[in-house]
């Protein structure tokens, strides 16, 4: 059994930091219906989410059906993207908050046959509140979109439930490259 069957196959719960080990991590739930991350969302973008100390982010090529007009990406699309991993970027807060307020920049056009990152921080964390910051970027590591967001913890109470339903852990992986990440 490989190290990640294994902690697959045994999850460690309550795990909320990515050890400052310099390693890159997966985050893993229970089968859910989240239209970015989620695997039993047949119309979702199934995406897998990565993570370092301080830093979240997932690889994902849109299709056609994500269009606004043309070939580019519709921005509720990308606005979606960078919600999403921005609030992933939570986890080393133990968080689990809700978007409170969201604000996207549109830098260039994005080609939906291109392969992106998006990514998401934490800038400012206090006891409830959290401020992100999140981009997409194409394989050249041009800046295509910016984001910055306001995120509100649950209560301990909902944390817990939102614990026991989802399973969330993370699992080491052994080589992220160029092209590592889930694409649609």
């Not at 301990?156 to 939102?162: P, S, T, V």
Request: glycine share 10%; with cysteine.
């Amino acid at each position: 059994m490989t190290s990640e069957a294994a902690a697959l196959a045994s999850p460690a719960p309550g795990i909320s930091q990515v050890p400052n080990d310099g390693r890159v991590y997966r985050f893993v739930v229970d089968p859910h219906h989240c239209f970015v991350c989620g695997e039993l969302n047949e119309r979702g973008l199934r995406t897998t989410v990565f993570a370092t100390t301080g830093l979240a982010w997932t690889d994902v090529t849109l299709g056609p059906d994500l269009v606004g007009w043309s070939d580019k990406a519709h921005g509720g699309i990308l606005a979606t993207l960078l919600d999403e991993i921005m609030g992933w970027a939570l986890f080393e807060h133990d968080c689990w908050g809700v978007t409170a307020e969201l604000t996207v920049r549109y830098l260039r056009p994005v080609d939906v046959s291109h392969r992106l990152r998006v990514e998401g921080e934490v800038a400012e964390a206090t006891r409830r509140l959290f401020r992100t910051r999140g981009r997409i970027l194409d394989e050249d590591g041009t800046v295509l979109a910016t984001a910055e967001a306001r995120y509100v913890a649950a209560p301990e109470a909902r944390k817990a439930e939102l614990r026991a339903t989802y399973r969330f852990h993370m699992v080491p992986v052994d080589v992220v490259g160029p092209g590592a990440g889930a694409d649609r």
